[in-house]
């Protein structure tokens, strides 16, 4: 009989765990959770006091028979999935399942009660001393951290339940609404729309290029007049401005300096791995949380065999563990000297919800230098390992000196006082910025400062100008979110934890309510209806400090603050009342026909925009299915698609980059149309279609519009690229693809290719409907020499192309020139 049967949740630390317990126990794995709510039901009893069904998951049953039959023979069983919420999860029913292993007939437990034979063990790192030390102190299932996950679990089955379906009756079939990822897609559809309604507002800034009595030279920046703070905000105030400084007396009023001390960051908590990988690595959250597991699961070094390289990856904790603490304080010491230690740890402030018993990210062990085991590593994952080691070490070393000097200089014009600053900073002791420096979104006021190299300057000292350099400037609308920056909205919200962050942003892709323009969020047309539909018609349960609200409930249910009944019981009143509500107004985008002041081209009839499985369209009114005769007409409505000004171009046209290793992204084109190729290859063998929930860039061109005058871009819709004013929604020219043949029905209309829906070619008259001439082939304006038909045609055939007779009756065909080569 086996000492033990060890349950770990995933096989990639088998290995390393089995290495560390020895012979006698068996390490198996659940692969992940082994019960949930049923697929086809709902599986919760509300009036019950929402008792829940739990059943196997389908394909889950040969492994719990194996995991059954292991377990009569084990003296102990040990459950080790994960140290969360969903880890204690699948502790709880995998005791519920194996119960005593040792009878075939389960005793009847009552609620909590465990065999002692079957026990917790809970590591944050998997090395020989945390493992070996869990197993001398196993524990019983901690219920608090399994109703916490249970009351998770049942929220959002109760809103995917029931709201989904009202989705797919009123808007299209397949749509989700979750509890937390309608929220962080309203966060972007909200940003989306506080960018358009954006006004620029105009502003001046006038630099005074200086020199003093020695070099060199700098540049100090209008501030005002005499005592007083002034914004210059036209370009007639600056030209005033710049005119009475050219004959300015420049004077030295103070000189300030300083000492700076600028801190060490905290080790890693899951949330600001992503955003410093994503910033950094330009990796996506969901690619590092992969390679994190791997790390934390364990690498093979050499001899040394498989080795878990990192603490528990999903964490909100700033803690470290004291021996953790005394090694890194050790290496810091051989490797940089004393004066990079400083006297006691650096201690940081935990949050308020932060899991008190996980420690943050950190490598095991602060000796391993990244570069000593860069040999074992994949690329991707030294990188990650790299990130995390620098980060750990950085935290526990010195604060960095700057001497920060601030000179306010006077231009003395007339009797006017023109006010002038300049702040230079020189590094005078790099401290933690010698091993790790944080990323940052946007400019950093700090690498400004470093910028300005300063002479020596005293108050009082002459000044000579060498030059004025007025500019106009506006004010920018607030940026879309990318991946770092919506994860650090998401946390300071209060919005989701560690473990939901990378399903959150992975959810809202998949379903395309989102694409990536740059590698920033935009919503698409089904994400702003989708989002404007559940937040008029469910204003509780998808708001936002609701949301975060919902999360410090869970959070109390953990710590034994609150039942998660009562949790439950609070929340579904607020969601029923909801739900009645929008099962009652929830509008129809189905049966959607919405006038526009468009006229239809074919017949002059109003537009309207209706709705179909790919999004809204524009239609003729005069449609009528009764009626084979009626006008049929339709386009690609562009609603969904951001109205582009400078700004806006060039952030499409961005480079994009590999999710998987970071290496820049290119176009290619293969036999089924372009995509995106990674860079990498053969090493990286990543590619994306460009119909994958993310937009081509579009092309602006030189051709200008007939209508507005703005130039023309070349868009790309459901059925292909289109040539359109970049001026929409105010413009909406759409130009018609004419090849420069008259219609040889009618005489009076032009020929124009089109796509039909299943996107193949054709060729119409521009008088549809009154003319209903169509060709499969091109037509082009050639007599046929044998028949005398009025036009011929160019055909594809497997032999080639080939210019063919129209009429069926006349055999004439020959084949197409090819074309000149320069």
């Not at 609070?570 to 002041?597: C, Q, S, V, W």
């Amino acid at each position: 009989m086996s000492k033990g049967l060890v349950i770990i949740e995933s096989p990639g630390k088998a290995k390393a765990i089995q290495k560390y317990l020895g012979k006698g126990f068996i390490v198996e794995a659940s692969f992940g959770h082994v019960k949930d709510l049923p697929k086809s039901t709902l599986g919760v009893d509300i009036d019950n006091d929402f008792e829940t069904e739990y059943v196997v998951i389908p394909g889950k049953e040969k492994v719990l028979a194996k995991l059954k039959k292991l377990a009569l023979s084990a003296d102990s069983i040990y459950l080790a999935p994960d140290p969360d919420r969903e880890g204690e999860a699948i502790a709880w029913h995998l005791a519920e399942e194996l119960g005593d292993g040792k009878t075939k007939k389960k005793k009847k437990k009552k609620e909590g009660d465990e065999p002692d034979r079957i026990r917790r063990v809970t590591f944050n790192e998997i090395t020989k001393r945390a493992v070996q030390e869990a197993f001398e102190h196993p524990h019983d299932i901690d219920r608090n951290l399994v109703d916490a996950q249970q009351a998770r679990r049942v929220l959002d089955r109760l809103v995917g339940y029931q709201v989904s379906p009202l989705l797919w009756d009123k808007v299209r079939r397949g749509l989700s609404a979750g509890r937390v990822q309608t929220v962080a897609l309203r966060l972007i559809v909200e940003r989306e729309r506080e960018i358009k309604a954006f006004q620029k507002v105009e502003y001046w800034t006038i630099d005074a290029h200086l020199a003093g009595p020695k070099p060199p030279a700098f540049d100090a920046r209008f501030v005002g007049k005499g005592e007083e703070k002034v914004e210059v905000t036209n370009g007639e105030d600056a030209e005033k401005i710049r005119a009475a400084l050219e004959t300015a007396d420049w004077l030295v009023r103070t000189v300030d300096r300083k000492e700076r001390r600028r801190n060490a960051t905290p080790p890693f908590t899951t949330s600001k791995l992503q955003q410093d990988s994503s910033r950094k690595l330009r990796f996506s959250v969901k690619r590092t949380m992969m390679i994190a597991q791997r790390l934390y699961e364990g690498v093979e070094l050499g001899e040394e065999g498989s080795i878990g390289l990192i603490t528990y990856m999903r964490t909100d904790s700033t803690r470290v563990s004291n021996e953790a603490l005394a090694e890194v304080r050790e290496y810091i010491t051989s490797q940089y000297g004393k004066d990079y230690l400083p006297e006691a740890p650096n201690t940081y402030k935990e949050k308020k919800a932060a899991q008190a018993a996980h420690e943050a990210i950190r490598p095991t062990s602060a000796m391993r230098h990244p570069d000593q085991i860069k040999q074992y590593l994949k690329e991707d994952e030294y990188k990650v390992y790299k990130l995390i080691w620098q980060r750990f070490v950085a935290s526990q070393i010195t604060p960095a000196v700057f001497d920060q000097t601030t000179v306010d200089i006077d231009a003395k014009s007339g009797a006017e006082t023109f006010w002038f600053r300049v702040t230079g900073s020189v590094l005078k002791f790099d401290g933690f910025l010698k091993v790790y420096e944080e990323s940052k979104e946007g400019k950093d006021e700090e690498e400004e400062e470093l910028k300005h190299k300063l002479p020596p300057l005293e108050p009082g000292q002459k000044l000579t100008l060498r030059e004025l350099k007025p500019e106009q400037h506006f004010t920018e609308p607030p940026p879309r979110y990318n991946e770092a920056s919506l994860v650090k909205e998401l946390e300071e919200r209060g919005i989701g934890r560690p473990s939901t962050y990378s399903a959150i942003l992975s959810t809202i892709q998949e379903r395309q309510y989102v694409q990536k323009l740059g590698g920033k969020f935009s919503p698409t047309e089904i994400g702003l209806v989708v989002t404007d539909l559940l937040v008029e018609n469910f204003r509780d349960i998808f708001d936002v400090q609701y949301t975060a609200r919902l999360e410090e409930e869970l959070d109390e249910i953990e710590e034994g603050k609150e039942t998660w009944t009562d949790a439950l019981g609070g929340f579904y009143k607020r969601f029923a009342k909801d739900l009645r509500y929008a099962e009652k107004h929830m509008e129809n985008i189905k049966r959607m026909e919405k006038p526009t002041d468009e006229k239809c081209e074919r017949c002059g009839s109003p537009l309207v925009i209706k709705w179909g499985k790919h999004g809204s369209f524009y239609a003729c009114s005069s449609y009528d299915k009764e009626n084979p005769e009626s006008c049929t007409f339709t386009k690609e409505n562009p609603i969904n698609l951001p109205d582009l000004d400078s700004a806006d171009i060039q952030e499409t046209t961005q480079e994009e980059y590999c999710e998987n290793c970071g290496r820049v992204m290119v176009l290619k084109r293969g036999r089924f149309g372009q995509f995106m190729a990674c860079t990498g290859y053969p090493d990286c063998k990543t590619t994306r279609r460009l119909d994958q929930g993310k937009k081509v860039p579009d092309i602006p061109l030189d051709e200008l519009c007939p209508k507005c005058g703005r130039n023309m871009m070349i868009r790309h819709g459901r059925f292909g690229e289109f040539t359109t004013c970049s001026g929409y929604p105010d413009c909406k020219y759409v130009k018609q693809n004419f090849i420069g043949v008259k219609c040889p029905l009618c005489k009076e209309g032009d020929l124009v290719e089109k796509k039909a829906r299943k996107g193949n070619t054709f060729y119409g008259c521009g008088n549809y409907p009154k003319c209903k001439f169509t060709s499969a082939g091109k037509p082009l304006a050639e007599k046929c020499p044998s028949c005398g038909s009025e036009y011929l045609v160019e055909k594809m055939l497997k032999a080639g192309p080939v210019i063919a007779c129209p009429n069926k009756e006349c055999d004439y065909e020959r084949p197409a020139e090819p074309p000149a080569v320069a």
